[in-house]
């Protein structure tokens, strides 16, 4: 993101570690104390605004109001008075303290999916004031040299503060900018934070329950169990309600024994029984992978009737939406056709003159092996699952074939970006 704020070209940036060295002298020139931290207030599109700084008077620390601060330069912060109000300072609701909340902190970079540590906060003046602009996020060595310290500092609003505090909550971006990532690279910031990032994180999903369903559909199996013992039975069972069935199964069966039948209890009606009917068959087999979501119109069906309902099937995961099951009047499987050739086909074609009669399927018994296998053969994007009487139980989609397949050390392995940029992203 680029920096937008119109700077003031006479003050050059501030960094807040120098700061933090600087001595506050009142309007006489009288040194009165020293800088403790700068308070600002967040805003969800705009930089952050300083309200104030704290300022160590000996051993206490008291409240400047940023309208008492004529000049911040390079090694003083210059005050319009001589008198300050010596009452310890105690942070209102709202306010968040740099140096206490953000420096030496991480952050998630959203521009890169990651989380990052702040080293830095730059402080810069414009028409409205001093506002926190940028930050860097670049270690600095021991014993630097002059080429070294010159950091790209970048933007602050590509990156949001994990600021736990509950008073900061109502004033921060809403997680806005988060909501840009995909779920699987929230699982992913989920699965690296600490317990305090991750609560924050979590705080913040649970305003917004679609994408949080998504993100925990996402997490590993040890993660999302430990983040769901931690919740009581109706907010675990709200959380799998939004979740496709065969992961909400997959989620009851790694809760704790006596936690699993007041959870499915829980559950909304039809929710419940299909995560009861699924939880019927064992987690190494088709039936235990399949999930309950797919698409079967009647075979006397136009295209364009199907591609009306494909269209209308919004609460549908578009995975299970990539093929379009022709059934008959007593709802036995009679042909697939892909939505892709749906689309080129005629739009008054019936399905059954034009879907594939002879539909690749399984048994709910079958290997998970089997099932991938007859997957990659047929290049199938969807495997329909039939009972006895060729009725569809459920679907396995790629996904969750690939997900099957995949062994679990490989999935523990350290992704590679392609991005390449310097920062620390430890703890």
């Given at each position: 993101m680029s920096d937008t704020t119109s700077t003031d070209p006479n003050m050059p940036p501030?960094?807040?570690?120098?700061?933090?060295?600087?001595?506050?002298v009142d309007v006489k020139g009288k040194t009165i104390g020293s800088l403790g931290d700068v308070i600002v207030r967040l805003h969800p599109n705009t930089y952050p605004q300083l309200t104030g700084l704290v300022m160590r008077v000996g051993p206490n620390t008291v409240f400047v109001p940023i309208s008492d601060v004529t000049t911040i330069d390079a090694d003083r912060i210059s005050l319009s008075t001589a008198r300050v109000d010596v009452r310890p300072f105690?942070?209102?609701?709202?306010?968040?303290?740099?140096?206490?909340?953000?420096?030496?902190?991480?952050?998630?970079d959203v521009d890169r999916a990651a989380l990052v540590r702040a080293y830095d906060v730059v402080i810069a003046h414009h028409a409205?004031?001093?506002?926190?602009?940028?930050l860097d996020i670049h270690k600095r060595r021991w014993f630097p040299r002059v080429h070294d310290e010159q950091h790209t500092v970048r933007d602050w609003k590509?990156?949001?503060?994990?600021?736990?505090?509950?008073?900061?909550?109502?004033v921060r971006s809403g997680f806005g900018r988060l909501r840009g990532l995909h779920a699987a690279q929230i699982a992913d910031l989920i699965e690296s934070a600490s317990t305090r990032e991750r609560d924050d994180l979590l705080d913040h999903l649970h305003n917004h329950p679609d994408l949080e369903a998504d993100v925990f559909e996402e997490l590993e199996d040890n993660h999302q169990t430990q983040v769901l013992k931690t919740r009581n039975t109706d907010e675990i069972a709200a959380v799998l309600s939004r979740m496709r069935t065969d992961d909400a199964v997959d989620a009851i069966l790694d809760l704790p024994q006596d936690r699993r039948r007041p959870v499915v209890d829980?559950?909304?009606?039809?929710?419940?029984?299909?995560?009861?009917?699924?939880?019927?068959?064992?987690?190494?087999?088709?039936?235990?992978?399949?999930?309950?979501e797919y698409l079967a119109v009647d075979e006397q069906s136009t295209?364009?009737?199907?591609?009306h309902i494909v269209r209308e099937a919004t609460s549908q995961q578009p995975e299970a939406l990539t093929t379009i099951y022709s059934v008959d009047a007593e709802h036995r499987l009679i042909g697939t056709l892909s939505v892709v050739r749906a689309i080129q086909a005629d739009p008054d074609a019936l399905l059954r003159d034009i879907s594939d009669l002879e539909p690749v399927h399984a048994d709910p018994r079958d290997d998970i092996i089997d099932v991938t296998n007859l997957m990659a053969d047929y290049n199938l994007l969807s495997l329909p699952i039939l009972d006895d009487g060729g009725h569809i139980l459920g679907v396995i989609t790629v996904d969750d074939a690939l997900e099957a397949?995949?062994?679990?050390?490989?999935?523990?392995?350290?992704?590679?970006?392609?991005?390449?940029?310097?920062?620390?992203?430890?703890?």
């Open positions: 501030l960094y807040l570690s120098a700061m933090l060295r600087d001595a506050v105690e942070r209102r609701d709202g306010e968040v303290l740099l140096k206490e909340a953000v420096l030496g902190h991480r952050l998630i409205d004031g001093w506002v926190a602009t940028g590509s990156f949001e503060a994990l600021i736990g505090h509950e008073a900061s909550v109502r829980a559950l909304p009606e039809m929710k419940r029984v299909d995560v009861l009917r699924l939880m019927r068959y064992q987690d190494a087999s088709a039936g235990g992978l399949m999930g309950v295209v364009r009737d199907a591609l397949a995949i062994p679990d050390d490989w999935r523990r392995r350290e992704r590679h970006h392609h991005t390449t940029f310097q920062g620390d992203s430890s703890e």
